[in-house]
């Protein structure tokens, strides 16, 4: 992996709402028929062929161009995307990006019967370049929601706070995506950040084609 892909970022809310508007459009048109790069397991994101990356190929586009195209397609499709990127001039380009309520998952918590919660989802995302392609990194997340304390008769009010929802269940953790032999819990959460993490790589490689570096 390119150096440049292992900065770590602070994660930068970066979507407005026209844009949120507009990514929600396009997960409804592509959810039943997009290029997927990356499936969710145990082990997280990984290839068709279950490598860490997935590659588009480009043919006749020199590397400088590809690398041009990217970061012009972030930045339009993006608002105010510098706080979150990390380049290395011509070779590679993370991105890394917070979306409020962006995945909706149905699980059970404490043992009260199903609710439905929405995560807000922290990303990142890593292109890297040559000749004729694009390398893209398998991408890396983060799932949590905001909890408000409840009242319960002779405790008071308990703690709010944050709930993350992790990709394997720990020997704390009341609910998470896969259990500790790698069974598939909660269907719903990979469906949707198969769905929305592929349209949102698609999104950017197909912005990028678009561009024309006069």
């Known amino acids: 992996m390119n150096p440049a892909t292992k900065v770590e970022l602070k994660i930068f809310k970066m979507m407005n709402m ?5 990514m929600a459009i396009l997960l409804l048109v592509t959810q039943l028929s997009f290029a997927q790069y990356f499936k ?10 279950n490598k860490d990356f997935a590659v588009v190929d480009v043919p006749n586009v020199k590397q400088a161009d590809l690398y041009k195209n990217v970061l012009n397609a972030i930045n339009s499709l993006y608002s105010n995307p510098q706080k979150g990127l990390s380049v290395l001039e011509g070779e590679s380009i993370t991105l890394t990006a917070y979306e409020e ?10 043992g009260f019967g199903k609710t439905n919660y929405k995560y807000d989802l922290s990303y990142t995302l890593s292109f ?3 000749d004729g392609k694009i390398r893209v990194n398998s991408p890396t997340f983060e799932l949590k929601r905001w909890y408000e304390g409840t009242f319960r008769a002779g405790r008071g009010y308990g703690n709010s706070g944050w709930k993350t929802l992790n990709l394997v269940k720990g020997k704390n953790d009341r609910v998470a995506i896969y259990d500790q032999n790698g069974k598939l819990i909660l269907e719903d959460a990979t469906n949707g950040l198969n769905t929305h993490l592929n349209a949102i790589v698609k999104q950017i490689i197909d912005k990028s084609n678009t561009i024309s570096n006069w």
């Open 18 to 22: 026209k844009k949120m508007l507009g």
């Open 40 to 49: 969710l397991t145990a082990n997280g994101f990984v290839s068709n062929d």
């Open 101 to 110: 309520k962006a995945i909706p998952v149905r699980h059970s918590s404490g």
């Open 128 to 130: 890297l370049f040559k």
